[in-house]
């Protein structure tokens, strides 16, 4: 799988009340009109200028806080094709897994704001570019590679069943 | 080989023996989720086109984040539970009964389970050395059509802990304190394991506040081994149990830290991270706006004691808003009966209704622009409470009460 696409740059310790704050909470059921306040309160402009392909960029620990799939539902459907990060909380991780958004492990020490990534699922590598950068990271499992192409863990499973997922 | 309580939680539902690192399917006891990930986890479903649960006695739903509803778009979302609960025979704990995990500890866990919850503080649990962990809306939509679920067997860290906690300092400032030391994702994906004297001589009400707050170092789940304490709490529920678990001797830990409870203080998490844990005299002083008691962290019958015994014959100081949201309706009529909710209410307190009251920041005390709340609740993100113009310190009941009393934050050694 490759992904091209902008970067967008955050910080440490993003969590899920950056992404969707609480107080829209009332819109869960329209993830939509939900996804007009991601987030809002980080960096007020984003849902309006954020490009159908863009990559989320981040430091350590990316996504803590609530279980709210919706901070991955909002993301999607502003059209994200992948979010780095130095580190993920876990819940936010296996989220995004399933609703088919790569979540990739990799230093983004290096990565500005805006610069143009390509990122190459099955071999582990980024190239930055606008940097002309190379940066490896460690492929994702095969089965976690496999939700991904479904699209998402309901996909997977529709196709698929538990069963193959039974027999990693 | 030697297993760690993780491992042999999972391990007892399996028929090949696997250890930390290893990914496995293992069948789930119970599937749980509240009204902010249910509604999602019911259209996931949906999208399934299974049109059967694997078993409507293991599925439950709680109304709880917004209880009752503030807004008309909420109301509907409650509707869709309950006509997909009435569908499919599922039970919900509808509002009024109280918070999710509050209500999963009262009448459903028991060591040993499995247990799929969609919400983060699913690892409360734990303390009744059920394997119990937060996950996603989907997750959730899977595990109730097939009953399993894939899990990675998580690495532990042991937590163990010695020594009695000095006056004016419990659980809350412990698990401050651990969560000091680990760091905000000093846990990720790993399972604590508490061990110790002082997790021995803590009551329940006590020990789901440190299993609670796991998750704020990012671990996956926390456990305690089954002891009289947790015997005696299951058996007064009506839920004897058959098999105890423990760790076994020689168990591969990744890590270990000691804490020794007697050199703890009063602590708070200031703005705007839970890791930010300072020594409450640090602090004292800051004037606050509102001050919470109650959640999944602290609303239990041992901490409206604590409140009651503080707040007897005071009152709150003018011109702050003391909130107090029981963790569920046992705990309500508990704290009825002992005349606790008379002594809240006599000293300017306002009672809630239980729930997850303003601790999400939907409903029942939103903060206002440059406002200061102290909170015994377990997370205090920018925004947390409805608006990212305010500020959230976290404490134990007894310094949130303090506080109320004051209007500042205060240290709980002082006000006797």
């Known amino acids: 799988m490759k992904i091209v696409g902008r970067a967008w740059r955050f910080g440490d310790n993003i969590s899920t009340d950056d992404i969707i ?12 009109e939900l996804a007009r306040h991601t987030f809002e309160d980080l960096r007020p402009e984003f849902s309006k200028v954020v490009r ?74 980024i190239i930055d570019t606008t940097k002309n950068l190379k940066i490896s990271f460690k492929p994702l499992p095969q089965f976690i590679v496999n939700i991904l192409e479904a699209g998402g863990l309901i996909k997977y499973v529709k196709r698929y069943g538990l069963n193959l997922v039974r027999s990693l | 080989m030697s297993m760690t309580l993780a491992e042999k939680l999972i391990n007892q539902k399996i028929s090949k023996e696997v250890y930390a690192g290893d990914i496995v399917i293992v069948p789930v006891d119970w599937v749980i989720a509240q009204d902010g990930t249910a509604p999602l986890a019911i259209r996931q479903f949906q999208k399934l086109q299974v049109d059967e649960i694997f078993d409507n006695e293991k599925i439950v739903f709680f109304i709880d984040h917004a209880a009752p509803s503030p807004r008309k778009e909420l109301s509907n979302e409650h509707i869709l539970i309950r006509r997909f609960a009435k569908k499919f025979g599922i039970k919900v704990h509808d509002v009024g009964d109280g918070i999710i995990h509050q209500v999963f500890i009262e009448k459903y866990a028991t060591p040993g389970d499995i247990v799929v919850g969609a919400d983060s503080h699913t690892c409360t649990a734990g303390a009744l050395c059920a394997f119990a962990a937060g996950f996603g809306s989907t997750d959730v939509a899977v595990s109730m059509a097939f009953g399993s ?5 998580p690495e532990t860290i042991e937590v163990i802990i010695d020594g009695l906690l000095p006056e004016g ?11 000091s030391k680990l760091g905000s994702n000093g846990a990720s994906y790993k399972a604590l394991e508490f061990k110790g004297e002082t997790i021995r001589a803590l009551s329940m009400d006590s020990r789901f506040t440190l299993t609670n707050m796991a998750v704020e170092c990012g671990a996956k789940t926390a456990l305690m081994e089954v002891d009289d304490v947790c015997l005696k709490y299951l058996t007064a529920k009506g839920r ?27 602590l708070v998490a200031a703005p705007h991270s839970v890791d930010n844990v300072k020594p409450v005299t640090e602090v004292q002083g800051i004037e606050i706006n509102q001050a919470f008691i109650g959640t999944c962290t602290n609303g239990r019958l041992e901490d409206l004691r604590v409140v009651a015994s503080i707040l007897r014959g005071k009152h709150v100081k003018e011109g702050v808003r ?59 993100f920018r925004g947390r409470m409805g608006n990212p113009k305010s500020e959230i310190y976290l404490a134990s009941p007894a310094t949130v009460t303090a506080s109320a009393i004051k209007g500042r934050i205060t240290d709980p050694r002082e006000v006797k």
């Not at chain 1, 704050?21 to 939509?32: A, Q, T």
């Not at chain 1, 897994?97 to 143009?116: Q, Y």
């Not at chain 2, 309706?329 to 002594?343: P, S, T």
């Open chain 2, 322 to 380: 003391l909130l107090v949201a029981p963790a569920s309706r046992e705990v309500y009529l508990n704290a009825l009966k002992e005349g606790i909710i008379e002594i809240i209410v006599k000293a300017g307190g306002t009672v809630l209704p239980p729930g997850c009251g303003p601790c999400v920041g939907v409903h029942s005390g939103v903060l206002g622009d440059g406002e200061v709340c102290i909170s015994t609740q377990n997370r205090n």
């Open chain 2, 240 to 266: 004897p149990i058959k098999e105890q678990f423990k760790a076994d001797p020689g168990a591969s830990y990744e890590s270990s830290i000691y804490v020794d409870a007697n050199d703890l203080e009063p």
């Open chain 1, 21 to 32: 704050p609480g107080r829209f909470f009332h819109l869960r059921g329209n993830i939509k």
């Open chain 2, 169 to 179: 300092v419990y659980a809350k400032d412990l698990a401050l304190a651990i969560i």
């Open chain 2, 149 to 153: 679920m894939w899990l990675r067997v």
């Open chain 1, 52 to 125: 159908p392909g863009d990559i989320i960029v981040a430091g350590k620990n990316f996504g803590i806080g609530s279980s709210r799939e919706h901070a991955v539902h909002v993301l999607k459907a502003l059209g994200i094709s992948a979010i780095i990060a130095k580190s993920f909380s876990r819940i936010f991780f296996r989220n995004a897994i399933n609703i088919g958004i790569p979540a990739i492990i990799a230093d983004t020490s290096r990565i500005d704001e805006g610069d143009v990534l390509e990122v190459y699922l099955d071999e582990g590598i």
